[in-house]
T-cell receptor
Framework: AAGVIQSPRHLIKEKRETATLKCYPI?????VYWYQQGPGQDPQFLIS???????DKGSIPDRFSAQQFSDYHSELNMSSLELGDSALYFC?????????????FGAGSRLTVL | GEDVEQSLFLSVREGDSSVINCTYT??????LYWYKQEPGAGLQLLTY?????DMKQDQRLTVLLNKKDKHLSLRIADTQTGDSAIYFC??????????????FGRGTQLTVWP
């Protein structure tokens, strides 16, 4: 079965650079969530989109922005990167119907800021 | 805010049962989840339970929910070394714009000794 695809899997950037992470949800899933997991931490909710509109916002820094496109894929843009942005970034998707209360997570994108 | 608490570590011998406990504070929780994370990997959904249920069994996994005490547990029967991972408890509170957002605990590192 198709899963949530995230790219790139690993990314190394320097301070003050920008980074873009991509997420391709499971086909026919219309809701996408972004989470940030720091080393040894629990995943923290950043932002979510439903039908290409922002549906909820969590602890996302102002330096970050995200959007969902017409094909439902989503991108997380991070600017002025700081050392503390080093983390595993997860995307999850959710559909309608019987699976509507289950979030399926991708494998994550590991960002290292030097 | 929403607080989900878990003990951080659990060690068991192969073949024994493991019980991982979780407490949450928001009585509006609608679904509660258990996710498994292996080193450097994504979040794998193990099982979930609707808040009006008190037990759910799925092969080696048994979930118990005590809604009065806001306590959730995951029992893994016949624990194997391959079960060694971090187990996250998470709650979903469907309230207006927070539909589907998950709040995670810090995770319990399960170590299974041969």
């Amino acid at each position: 079965a198709a899963g949530v695809i995230q790219s790139p899997r690993h990314l190394i950037k320097e301070k003050r650079e920008t980074a873009t992470l991509k997420c391709y949800p499971i086909p026919r899933h219309d809701t996408v969530y972004w989470y940030q997991q720091g080393p040894g931490q629990d995943p923290q909710f950043l932002i979510s989109f439903y039908e290409k509109m922002q549906s909820d916002k969590g602890s996302i820094p102002d330096r970050f922005s995200a959007q969902q496109f017409s094909d439902y894929h989503s991108e997380l843009n991070m600017s002025s990167l700081e050392l503390g942005d080093s983390a595993l970034y997860f995307c999850a998707s959710r559909g309608m119907g019987p699976g509507a209360n289950v979030l399926t997570f991708g494998a994550g994108s590991r960002l290292t800021v030097l | 805010g929403e607080d989900v608490e878990q003990s951080l570590f659990l060690s068991v011998r192969e073949g024994d049962s493991s019980v991982i406990n979780c407490t949450y504070t928001d009585s509006s929780s609608t679904y509660l989840y258990w996710y498994k994370q292996e080193p450097g990997a994504g979040l794998q959904l193990l099982t979930y339970i609707f808040s009006n249920m008190d037990m759910k069994q799925d092969q080696r996994l048994t979930v118990l929910l005590n809604k009065k005490d806001k306590h959730l547990s995951l029992r893994i029967a016949d624990t194997q070394t391959g079960d060694s991972a971090i187990y996250f408890c998470a709650e979903s509170i469907n309230r207006g714009s927070t539909l589907g957002r998950l709040y995670f605990g810090r995770g319990t590192q399960l170590t299974v000794w041969p």
